[in-house]
């Protein structure tokens, strides 16, 4: 399954939602694909280290992943490639690898501040967008994901938007208008 | 000015990784540098819109330099992306 397309056309099911799409697999319109619970809200995670630890822990309790050791070493291991740290207290972590069940966005925010996650900008990150990628799920997937955030992240408003909200439901309703 | 084509062959296209490494290398010039796809142009300088623009791999991109440095910094931008910006 790709990251933002249904196998088959058919629509994930939780009732909610778009109608199916039939005879052809398309991109969900992602209205729904951010849940108001896979936005977390934490103070004082303090390091880039202790961030993407929690994020790792809160996607095997979500159930988006069956191994938080593994998940953190694959969100490290990216790191150790490239700071994925953004400008503005944004940062995009991303983690490919087995233990991944579904392909998903987690959304951190921390208002305190994390350091040491290598921004482009120097600045410490308050809001971490992070995809989670099951290891058979490469290509041209993960870079449109990547590439609409980084659409998003470019836009001024959006960013304003995505540091002063704290309700989850609208927190995740800023990222699913700009993924759809 | 000057421009050159090259193809882009990182099999999962200008993600974070090599858009970093090409905008980082060519903020080390002086000239203008654009990235030009079929369907945009986006500043070569900018992590950013290189990200957005979502360039899969196979794409031929156009990279246009304009200033001091231009042919250095198109000869380096080149190399890199036919090198597979550094994967």
Redesign the interface.
């Known amino acids: 399954m790709g990251f933002f397309t249904m196998h088959d056309g058919q629509r994930r099911g939780d009732g909610a939602g778009p109608s199916e799409v039939e005879g052809q697999s398309a991109v969900a319109p992602a209205c729904e694909f951010v849940k108001a619970h896979q936005v977390i809200s934490a103070e004082g995670l303090a390091t880039r280290d202790n961030a993407l630890l929690h994020l790792a822990r809160v996607a095997v309790d979500l159930g988006l992943a069956t191994d938080a050791d593994e998940l953190y070493r694959a969100f490290i291991a990216r790191e150790v490639e490239g700071d994925t740290g953004m400008v503005d207290g944004f940062a995009v972590p991303h983690a490919k690898s087995p233990s991944v069940c579904e392909a998903s966005v987690l959304i951190l925010k921390d208002p305190v501040g994390i350091e040491g996650w290598g921004t482009m900008d120097d600045l410490p990150v308050t809001v971490a967008i992070a995809l989670l990628i099951p290891e058979v799920n490469a290509g041209t997937s993960h870079l449109m994901v990547l590439s609409k955030v980084a659409e998003a992240l470019m836009d001024d408003a959006f960013r304003a938007a995505m540091k002063a909200e704290d309700e989850p439901e609208l927190v995740a309703a800023l990222v699913n208008d700009r993924l759809a | 000015m000057v421009s050159e084509k090259a193809t882009l062959i990182n099999?999962?296209?200008?993600?974070?990784?090599p858009a970093?490494?090409f905008a980082s290398t060519m903020g080390k010039f002086a000239c203008d540098v654009t990235v030009v796809t079929p369907d945009k142009e986006v500043n070569g300088k900018s992590?950013?819109?290189l990200?957005?623009?979502?360039i899969?791999?196979g794409t031929e991109v156009e990279v246009k330099c304009d200033g001091a440095d231009e042919a250095e910094a198109l000869a380096q931008a080149i190399e890199l992306i036919k090198s597979g910006l550094g994967e």
């Open positions: 099999p999962q296209g200008l993600h974070m990784r970093g490494l992590p950013m819109a990200m957005a623009a979502g899969p791999c």
